[in-house]
C-alpha cells in the first residue's frame, strides 16, 4: 500500500611549499605573487595588517628557488571576488555582518487512539486526546549584540516539537517556541533570493520580533473524528511538520552618526572621546576591523555615533572588506568624514572616499555627509600649518565652511564643536524613520497555516529502472498524505476516500495509470490497483503491515503472534 598553515601550489607532479612571510604592520600592498620557474603562482596574506619579506627569496624542500616580489594589487582587483580576502582570513580577524542559518519549526504531536475504560461506565467511548502544536521560530533584536558571530558555529535551529496527546481526552503540550536574537538592523531573506525581491524580516530597534518558521499543528486524536455512524473510530493523525529553509542575515548598523574617512585617520580615538566605548586604538592602519558603536551624552541629549572601519579607494568593489564596511553607512542619517590632517594628500583621500560612497549606493549620495567635515591631527605642527590651504581646497569642492571643524581627537580640541555641529545638523534634517526595506515582518500567528485546496494539485510521469512512478504534488495533498498515521486502517481508508473526492483517482486514470504502477504523494509511496473495494485495499493494508513485521493497528505493547 504505502511504502595558519603555509600555502601550498600544485605544479608539475609534486607541490610546492612557500613558507608564510614575515608579517609587520605597514602600509603596503596585500598580496605576494610568487614565480617559480616562470609559473606564476598566487598566495593571500594571512593578516590584514600587509606584510613586508625578510628576504626575497625563498627555498622549498626540493631545492627549487622562490622568488617572491611586490605587485601593483589594482591591476588584479577585477580578478578577485570580494569573498576571496574575508574567506582567508583567521576567524578572529573577521566581521561577521552576513550569515547563512538553516531554520525549522517544530513537528506537531501526534493523535493517540485511546477507549474510556472505567468501572461501571461500559462502553465509554472514544477518549485519544489531540496533539500539541510545534514550536515556532522567531527573529528578535537584541542591543547588546553588535555582529552576527553569534551564527559562526551555530548553523540550525530547531524548535521543539509537540507532546504527543494521551487518554482521557488529554491533549498534549503545545512546544515552546525558539528565539534567535540578532543586533538590530538584521535584515533576513530566504537563501539566494534576489535583491529586489522582498525580505522575510527586518528588526531595527531592540525589542523588535519577526515570524520566521511556523510549527505544525498537533494531529488529531480518536475523539475528534467520533460521528453519529462512527461511535468508535480507531483513527489518529499524525503531528504536522514544521516549516523549514535556508536563510540568510545581512546586518545594517543603525546609529544617527556614522564616522568614516580612511584608515588611521583618527576615527576610533575619537568615538572613544566622545563616548564611553573603548574602541582599540593603535598607530597603524586597520586597527579597527568591527564597526564600533558608542552612545554620546551632551546637554541631556544622547547620539549614537557608529565608527566604521578605513575604507579604501576600491570599497565599492569589496577591495579591504569594502562591502562588509560600506552597508553600515546606509542606516546612518549623517556621516562624519574624518580627514587625516597628517596624509599627504588629505583633499585627495576626501575625494576618494567620497567617491567609493557614490559608486556603492546612490541613496549615499544624497545623504548630508558632505554637512560635517572633520580636520583631524592638529596636535601635529605639519597638520595644523595648512589647515586654511586645505580648507579652501574643500570649499572650492562645495563643502561649506561652517560645515567644517578643526580638532584633535587626542587632545580633545575641537571635538565639542563637531558634536555641536553634529546637532545643529541632526535638528536640521526633517523627522524620518530609519530607512528600512518593506519586510513581511509577520508579527502574529496565522489563523491557517495556508489556503491551498486537496484539489490544486499536478501529476508528473517518468520512467525509474523500468517502473512506471507516478508523481502527485499539491500542498496540500502532501500535507494531508504526511499527516495520514498508516498504522491504523481506518486512515488508510479515509485517505483512499480523499483521493476519489479530490478527483486524483480520475487524474491518474486519465494518465494512463496501470496495475502495479508506482504513485508517489509526498513521502507516501503507494501501488496502484484498479480494485478500489474496500475489501481489497484491507487486504492490500494488512500484508503491508505483515512484510513490515508489524501485526495489529496502533503502537504494539507486546509482540503478537497473529493479528487481524
Known sequence: MQS??????????????????????????????????????????TKLQVATLQTDERTDNAGSEWEVEWFDEAAEAADLKPATLQNKLPAEVRYFDTAQIFVRGGDGGKGCVAFRREKYVPKGGPAGGNGGSGGNVWVQADDSLNSLTTFRKQVHYRADNGRPGGGSNMTGANAEDLIIKVPPGTVIRAKGAAEEEVPLAEVVHSGDRALLMTGGRGGRGNASFKSGWNKAPQIA???????????????????????????????????????????????????????????????????????????????????????????????????????????????????????????FAEDLASKPQACIVAYNKMDVPDSSDYWQDIKHSLEAAGVPSEHMCAMSAVTGQGVIDLVKLVHTALDQLPAEEIATTAAVNRTELPKRHSEARIDEF???????????????????????????????????????????????????????????????????????????????????????????????QGQARWPHQGGG
Not at 608539475?12 to 606564476?40: D, T, W
Not at 511538520?241 to 583618527?266: H, T, Y
Not at 563616548?275 to 564597526?291: E, Q, R
Open 4 to 45: 595558519c598553515q603555509p600555502h601550498t601550489q600544485r605544479h608539475g607532479s609534486r607541490i610546492g611549499v612557500l613558507p608564510p612571510p614575515a608579517v609587520h604592520q605597514v602600509n603596503r600592498v596585500p598580496f605576494v605573487c610568487v614565480h617559480h620557474k616562470r609559473r606564476r603562482l598566487h598566495a593571500v596574506a
Open 458 to 552: 499536478s501529476i508528473d510521469f517518468e520512467l525509474e529502472s523500468g517502473q512506471r512512478v507516478f508523481t502527485v504534488t499539491g500542498e496540500a495533498i502532501e500535507r494531508f498524505a504526511q499527516m495520514t498515521n498508516w498504522d491504523y486502517y481506518e486512515a488508510a481508508n479515509r485517505f483512499q476516500k480523499v483521493l476519489e473526492a479530490a478527483g486524483i483517482n480520475k487524474a491518474l486514470k486519465k494518465e494512463g495509470v496501470t496495475e502495479g504502477d508506482t504513485v508517489l504523494i509526498g513521502e507516501a509511496e503507494l501501488a496502484w490497483s484498479h480494485n478500489q473495494s474496500e475489501a481489497a485495499l484491507y487486504e492490500a493494508w494488512l500484508s503491508d503491515r505483515k512484510a513490515k513485521g508489524k501485526v495489529g
Open 237 to 359: 493523525d499524525l503531528g504536522e511538520e514544521g516549516r523549514e529553509s535556508w536563510l540568510e542575515l545581512e546586518l545594517k548598523l543603525v546609529a544617527d552618526v556614522g564616522i568614516i574617512g580612511v584608515p588611521n585617520a583618527g576615527k576610533s580615538t575619537l568615538l572613544s572621546v566622545i563616548t564611553a566605548a573603548k574602541p582599540k586604538v593603535a598607530d597603524y592602519p586597520f586597527t579597527t576591523l568591527v564597526p564600533n558603536l558608542g552612545v554620546c551624552e551632551m546637554n541631556y541629549r544622547t547620539t549614537v555615533f557608529a565608527d566604521i572601519p578605513g575604507l579604501l579607494e576600491g570599497a565599492h568593489a569589496g577591495r579591504g572588506l569594502g562591502h562588509e564596511f560600506l552597508r553600515h553607512c546606509q542606516r546612518a542619517r549623517i556621516l562624519v568624514h574624518v580627514i587625516d590632517g597628517s596624509s599627504p594628500d588629505p583633499v585627495g583621500d576626501y575625494a576618494a572616499i567620497q567617491t567609493e560612497l557614490q559608486l
